[in-house]
């Protein structure tokens, strides 16, 4: 694997997702292009969530290919792959048994970097983050929703991944703290530059953060168009409301 | 390589059990004569510079036998009766028809003591007056006496149901341990017990016997039952015991055991002094030397068989918790191993592993595992699926996530599995002494049948103390593996 420069680090083709016989992604052709934030939308039990597991392997498609740095996935290689790929779920999923500095580096402390590595990348990931360096020493139960999910973030970018999968992280944060961490995020992106996707059903977020919406309908790309296209054809309309409005027109 | 030439010694050891004549391992039964009776010979063998290894208070007379045959032990003291009726099952066999009997398993029984230890029912002497009680016969009319045996006697065919059938006896007794039968007719809360006429604590309680009028009780000449691979000098020493004791004798050394808290090895070694046997010898292993020996041979005992069960259920446990079927299966399988008496399963091993730590290390391992292997289940199965697909897609290989994420999250839930697996071994342990392992279980029931409770308490409390040292370190254990947020309340 040695595409890292590859214009589309992951990509779709012709992909099919059933669960029993239920169809729940059908014949989704997509490919993400190198540093751009794509947000995927769309109401719960579109896909949304299964279109983001099956970039890292965690599901199989039933019928087409996925492609990561420009070769079709290996699924005897998975973890090898899955580094180069970080991943954040809604909640936080931090492990409780680890402290917040545990649960950072422990991928870094398995891919055996140095000492000295480890302390470089935590020291760069606080900063960005806006994390104290007292909150490493906590267990994720002595951190509140905010704090978990910078950590949570943390973890995911410990190894310099060259894509990230943030699964729905901000859901469970109140609205203020949310903002806190999508400015932090936006600064994140600007330092250290990476392709994500990124799933949510909260539009708002998406146009915030990304520049490319994919809204999933019944398993299907109901939309697919850049924000800035998005701003200019539908100006001062309230996300929400242009959410409902652009399923109404596709 | 050092490895396969100790197997080697060992299994050359076990061959040759006449090529290593100088040490003779020397069985009892569970009670104070058969104690006294095995101290002679060991006593007499160790003047003579034996080795005498002593496997004092095996589980009853099958066991005992069992082991004699199986090479176990050399030789322990036994009665003409019991050979007839219960090992050999052929009741009515005359001395020569023994001595053919016993010659086909190449055993003998040729060295007698000199006196019968018989079976006899006895009544308080009170109650024998008042009741006008002489003859077992008597009895027939006394349908309201409370009749209650020991565990042996009720199931021995020359116990009880020979005794009901020819005495047409109607009522219906109960069983217990022999020692509390005399306590029982003491408080009066029993009428009638089986009782040895050799018996110590028959002149204590104040017991008086019934005549055996219809003779059905088979004569108990005491004597040594020895595998006849013994060398011909050993046996000319044994030899020497032939004849040295009378019943009136008997009662009073087994007195002197029973209720006077003498050590069988101190009366024998006396006895056998005062008979010119032996030379004097320096006695006396003190108390704190015993306890601490004791101790460290339990906790040998129920370590091993801890550390066996945890390198065994924490694995398994692993293997199986990805399949439910399988995990299911083999907590089933491990639950009915639990349900088996203990002293079941030690008697089940002896024929395969003979007498001895394996065997009790065998017995504590398997009962050990359910525990383990339900508590480690029960931690994995609660692992947040979440966190182990984060943890899957974080790039953790299985092996990986085994070890960082379930295991730590399941480790509360295995440590309380391992503690109480623990506690249980402590307690079970104590049994192995049935079966000649030794350990805390020795002076238990050496004191239950010796009625001893000072004998009980120096195996009983360490017993229980070394329950609570357990608890107190599991624990420290708990508060420097796992974070206090995740313990176990």
Redesign the interface.
Same mark, same amino acid.
Not at chain 1, 78 to 83: A, E, F, G, S
């Given at each position: 694997m040695v595409t890292t420069g590859s214009a589309h680090p992951l990509s779709l083709d012709k992909v099919s997702v059933n669960f029993g016989n239920h169809a729940v992604l059908r014949g989704i052709d997509l490919s993400f292009a190198a540093g751009a934030v794509t947000a995927v939308v769309g109401a719960s039990g579109c896909g949304k969530s299964t279109l983001l597991?099956l970039c890292?392997g965690?599901l199989r498609p039933a019928a087409g290919e996925v492609r990561a740095f420009a070769e079709r996935l290996d699924y005897d290689r998975?973890?090898?792959? *899955?580094?180069r790929?970080g991943?954040a779920?809604q909640?936080t999923?931090l492990?409780?048994?680890l402290r917040a500095r545990d649960n950072i580096v422990?991928?870094a402390q398995?891919a055996r970097w140095s000492a000295e590595a480890i302390d470089t990348r935590v020291a760069e990931l606080l900063q960005l983050m806006h994390l104290d360096v007292a909150l490493l020493e906590r267990?994720p139960?002595q951190l509140s929703g905010g704090q978990q999910q910078r950590v949570g973030l943390s *973890?995911?970018m410990m190894l310099r991944p060259e894509v990230l999968?943030l699964d729905e992280p901000f859901a469970a944060i109140d609205p203020i703290t949310r903002e806190d961490i999508h400015q932090q995020l936006l600064e994140l992106l600007a330092a250290e530059p990476r392709t994500v996707l990124l799933v949510t059903h909260d539009m708002r977020e998406a146009m915030r953060l990304a520049s490319r919406i994919v809204v999933l309908r019944e398993g299907q790309v109901a939309i697919d168009a850049s924000v800035a296209q998005l701003r200019s054809d539908w100006p001062s309309r309230e996300p929400e409301r242009l959410l409902l409005d652009l399923l109404a027109d596709a | 390589m050092t490895m396969r030439w100790v197997l080697a010694l060992f299994i050359l050891l076990r061959l040759l059990p006449g090529a290593t004549a100088e040490t003779l391992t020397v069985g009892s039964k569970p009670y104070g004569e058969s104690y006294l009776l095995a101290e002679m010979i060991a006593v007499l063998l160790e003047d003579r510079a034996y080795t005498v290894e002593r496997r004092h208070g095996l589980g009853g007379s099958a066991i005992t036998f069992a082991a004699l045959n199986s090479g176990e032990i050399d030789l322990y003291p036994e009665y003409s009766g019991t050979i007839t009726s219960v090992l050999l099952a052929s009741p009515g066999l005359d001395g020569a028809q023994l001595d053919a009997a016993l010659a086909d398993q190449d055993l003998s029984f040729a060295t007698r003591f000199g006196f019968e230890n018989n079976y006899a029912l006895v009544v308080p002497r009170a109650l024998k007056e008042e009741r006008r009680l002489e003859t077992i016969s008597d009895l027939r009319a006394a349908g309201d006496l409370r009749l209650g045996f020991s565990y042996e006697f009720m199931n021995r065919e020359d116990g009880w149901p020979a005794l009901q059938a020819q005495y047409g006896l109607e009522q219906q007794p109960i069983a217990l341990e022999h020692a509390l039968a005399y306590r029982a007719l003491d408080r009066g809360r029993l009428d009638v017990t089986d009782a040895y006429t050799t018996d110590g604590d028959l002149a204590l309680y104040e017991l008086g016997f019934l005549d055996d009028d219809l003779e059905l009780f088979p004569s108990y000449e005491a004597g040594i039952l020895a595998r006849t691979d013994l060398p011909a000098d050993t046996r000319k020493i044994l030899d020497e015991l032939r004849g040295i004791l009378d019943e009136p004798t008997m009662q009073r050394l087994n007195q002197r055991i029973s209720s006077e808290g003498e050590e069988p090895a101190a009366v024998a070694a006396e006895f056998l002094e005062g008979r010119g046997l032996i030379a004097p010898v320096a006695k006396g292993s003190s108390r704190t030397g015993r306890i601490a020996r004791n101790t460290l041979v339990h906790l040998r005992l129920t370590t091993t068989a801890l550390g066996l069960a945890c390198i065994v259920a924490i694995p398994l446990a692993l293997l199986v918790s990805r399949a439910p079927q399988a995990a299911r299966t083999v907590q089933y399988l491990a639950g009915l191993i639990q349900t088996i008496p203990a002293l079941a399963l030690l008697a089940l091993f002896i024929p395969l592993l003979g007498l001895g730590e394996v065997t009790a290390i065998l017995a504590l391992f398997l009962y050990s595992l359910l525990p383990v292997l339900r508590n480690t289940l029960t931690g994995l199965f609660s692992v947040d699926p979440l966190l182990k697909e984060v943890a899957t897609g974080m790039g953790l290989t299985a092996a990986q996530q085994t070890l960082r994420i379930e295991l730590p999250l399941a480790m509360p839930m295995i440590l309380a599995g391992i503690r109480t697996a623990a506690v249980i071994s402590i307690g079970t342990a104590t049994l192995a002494a049935f079966v000649g392992a030794g350990g805390l279980g020795q002076p238990i029931i050496t004191g239950l049948s010796l009625n001893d409770n000072r004998l009980i308490l120096e195996g009983a409390v360490p017993a229980a103390a070394l329950a609570v040292v357990v608890e107190f370190l599991f624990e420290a254990l708990e508060r420097r593996l796992v974070p206090v947020h995740l313990r176990v309340r």
């Open positions: 597991k890292n965690l998975l973890p090898q792959l *899955r580094r790929m991943y779920v909640g999923g492990f409780p048994h422990l991928a398995l267990y139960h *973890r995911a999968l | -």
